[in-house]
């Protein structure tokens, strides 16, 4: 038995023909999930707490009333919140009633559970960024809006190699996420030929006989470096990492310069007027996990468009085609990679108010796709789907 | 007394004024908010304040004045043709972008970029008359001679909008490649062409069917797909030739229009976008985004003769020559 929470929100007033096709996408998530839990900090500032992307799903879907009119297609967006441990069979049952694309934004252990059909419509990962779903935990079907750890660490390497920052002081503490995500930037810095000047762990602790794993100026002095490339999940030790350090060096990573999917602030290519759409709509700044939600729409109804229908098979073959060119609105058309699902993308690097850089950065070429310097390439890949 | 130094300036250069009009090109600076003046000897010679993001640029009838579309300000700026003043103001028009004046002299048709909407006002009352809804994003117009249709391309959506004025309806939206964003119509108007800025390529809608007929892909030596983004373009009055400027690629495009084939390309500033001709067609303007100059160019020659520093994120180009 599938407890489901339904708002379901057509975005397309009927035009009142029953043979209209009706293109069904469904966002699924976890109700209750404690990822959007708030996450007060000590005395209760609010400093990351997290909002279901909704808001860019619907701003695509609102995107797509008119070429629905054209098409005769009617978009409409169905917010499914299931119990943990339902998610798998809910997105059965979605596949097996016709839906156009299924927006996931599941923990991990649901996103494991998920089988995607053949012959069905998409399965798009809006939330995790671990490179395991993209290498050796790949599932045949599953494609990601949200780019990949890999990509993201590239990015800010390419920065840093462009801009002469060339040794590394590696900070990571021990939250979760945060052991991958430090191999990511090692795998890198060797793929951009930068030296890991040292790579140090920390830890939050006031215990004076573990100072060297908290005391910021034993962190950061005792080596010869250009920049500090902070791995923090947790975030409470990072943000009094700046300007703290021993040596006069910019951080970059999780605090300073960070390497992301889309920014509010971003000023070319049409972002603006994607920034002003979504705050009319949602009253706050759209972030990078808003974003991928609203590309994973954004795909979809590419896909309807250019295939002329709202098959889901069909639809669901021409997104993961070559042919696929989808407007991100950071200046290169995307598509999605074949070998991992992964969706090709243009990445930012940003300050709290301001887009430095966009990577792949000018000089770094690729043989056949720009893009495909970010992330792990082909040849690489521990994909076999 | 800036005025009476301004004309005393045109004035004082008649051999470089042209017939009807002073010489002088107006740019709109995106990220400045104001107007930079040119003289017909390619020399800055006045800076205008006008009202907030100022983009599209178009006379009216008689070409005594002209309107400026600012988007941060939701209004269109009329300004005076000589002495630049501001003589009026067309007020709650959301986010202007673009804009085309319909032959009546009277309707101006306007894109509103946040408002997915394509809206008519009259110029001489400052009246919203009608809108039309549109693709996200809209961003060129374009009125046919006879005043009865109105093409309007969504940049979103990947449509161009096909309007009937009398009917007062959306007849037809065509699908084109992605982000299309200005058009050129032939002179005959049988042909419209539409830049479609992300896909690199200009498509060409055949005007009696509303059908794609053909693709001109763009490529400059040295440069990736990617980079090429065609915007602005213009078509010579004997349909011989068209201009087109490929935004990230950083250059013209010079095109042979009864061939549809690349002739030249000529090397510009940086994100070329907004292009206008003089009334000969003998010099060419390229307003450059991200160079914060507007290059001439001889048509000539196809060379350009050179580039003068404007604002920042100059936009679009009027020239008041005829």
Redesign the interface.
């Known amino acids: 038995m599938i407890t489901r929470i339904f708002l379901v929100i057509m975005l397309l007033a009927a035009q009142g023909t029953a043979a209209q096709d009706v293109a069904r996408v469904v966002y699924l998530g976890i109700a209750d999930d404690p990822h959007y839990e708030p996450r007060p900090v000590y005395t209760g500032l609010s400093l990351r707490d997290r909002t279901r992307p909704l808001d860019g799903a619907r701003v695509a879907m609102r995107e797509s009333r008119i070429l629905g009119r054209v098409l005769g297609v009617e978009f409409a967006l169905e917010e499914m919140l299931v119990a943990p441990g339902e998610a798998a069979e809910a997105a059965r049952v979605a596949f097996a009633e016709g839906a156009l694309g299924i927006l996931l934004d599941l923990p991990a252990d649901e996103l494991a559970a998920i089988v995607v059909p053949q012959a069905a419509g998409l399965a798009i990962n809006i939330r995790d960024r671990d490179d395991r779903w993209r290498g050796a935990d790949c599932k045949p079907g599953l494609l990601h809006t949200v780019p990949s750890t890999a990509m993201l660490a590239d990015a800010l390497a390419q920065h840093l190699r462009a801009r002469g920052w060339e040794r590394i002081l590696l900070l990571s503490g021990d939250h979760a996420a945060d052991a991958g995500e430090a191999d990511a930037v090692r795998r890198a810095a060797g793929k951009f030929g930068l030296t890991l000047a040292a790579d140090r762990a920390f830890q939050l602790t006031n215990d004076p006989r573990r100072r060297d794993l908290s005391n910021i100026a034993l962190l950061t002095g005792d080596a010869r470096y250009d920049v500090i490339w902070l791995v923090d999940n947790d975030g409470e030790f990072g943000r009094y990492l700046p300007f703290a350090t021993y040596l006069p060096r910019p951080v970059v990573g999780a605090e300073g310069l960070r390497p992301l999917a889309w920014h509010w602030t971003f000023e070319r290519y049409g972002a603006p007027q994607l920034n002003q759409r979504f705050r009319r709509i949602a009253d706050r700044d759209m972030t990078s996990e808003d974003w991928a939600a609203w590309a994973a729409v954004r795909a979809l109804v590419e896909g309807v468009q250019r295939v002329g229908s709202a098959d889901p098979a069909r639809v669901a073959a021409f997104v993961r085609s070559d042919e696929m060119a989808l407007d991100l609105y950071k200046g290169t058309a995307g598509s999605f990679r074949d070998w991992n699902g992964q969706l090709r993308q243009p990445l930012l690097l940003a300050t709290h108010n301001a887009v430095i850089a966009r990577a792949p950065i000018d000089g770094f070429e690729h043989r056949i796709d720009t893009l495909d310097t970010l992330g792990v390439d082909a040849p690489e890949t521990a994909c076999d789907q | 007394m800036r005025t009476f130094l301004c004309a005393a300036l045109a004035a004082a250069l008649p051999g470089l004024t042209m017939a009807g009009g002073t010489g002088f090109a107006i740019v709109p600076n995106e990220r400045g908010d104001t107007l930079s003046i040119l003289s017909a000897d390619h020399q800055v010679v006045r800076t205008v304040d006008t009202c907030a993001r100022p983009r599209g640029v178009h006379f009216n009838a008689d070409r005594s004045a002209f309107f400026v579309g600012c988007a941060d300000d939701d209004l269109i700026a009329i300004h005076d043709t000589r002495t630049f003043e501001v003589i009026g103001r067309i007020r709650n028009v959301a986010?202007p972008e673009t804009f085309d004046l319909h032959p009546d002299g009277r309707r101006l048709i306007v894109s509103n970029?946040?408002d997915?909407a394509a809206s008519v006002y009259d110029v001489e009352t400052g009246e919203f008359i009608t809108e039309y809804?549109?693709?996200?994003?809209p961003e060129g117009v374009q009125v046919t001679s006879d005043g009865r249709l109105v093409f309007v391309a969504?940049?979103?959506?990947?449509?161009v909008h096909v309007i009937d004025l009398e009917a007062d309806e959306v007849i037809a939206?065509i699908?084109v490649d992605?982000?299309p964003r200005r058009f050129a119509l032939t002179p005959d108007e049988t042909e419209l062409w539409v830049s479609a800025e992300?896909?690199g390529i200009v498509n060409i809608i055949d005007v009696g069917t509303l059908k794609l007929v053909a693709d001109i892909p763009f490529l400059p030596t040295g440069f990736?797909p990617?980079q090429v983004t065609p915007v602005d373009l213009v078509i010579t009055r004997d349909g011989s030739r068209a201009y087109v400027a490929l935004g990230?690629a950083n250059h013209v495009a010079v095109v042979d229009v009864p061939t549809r084939k690349v002739i030249d390309y000529i090397l510009v500033g940086k994100r070329a976008w907004g292009l206008e001709l003089t009334a000969d067609e003998r010099t060419l303007y390229v307003a450059n985004g991200l160079s914060d100059d507007v290059t001439i160019i001889d048509t000539d020659t196809l060379t350009p003769i050179t580039s003068v520093p404007v604002g920042r994120v100059p936009y679009d180009i009027l020239i008041d020559d005829h």
């Open positions: 986010a970029e946040e997915a809804y549109t693709g996200e994003e969504s940049e979103a959506a990947n449509l939206d699908l992605t982000r992300l896909a990736r990617e990230r």
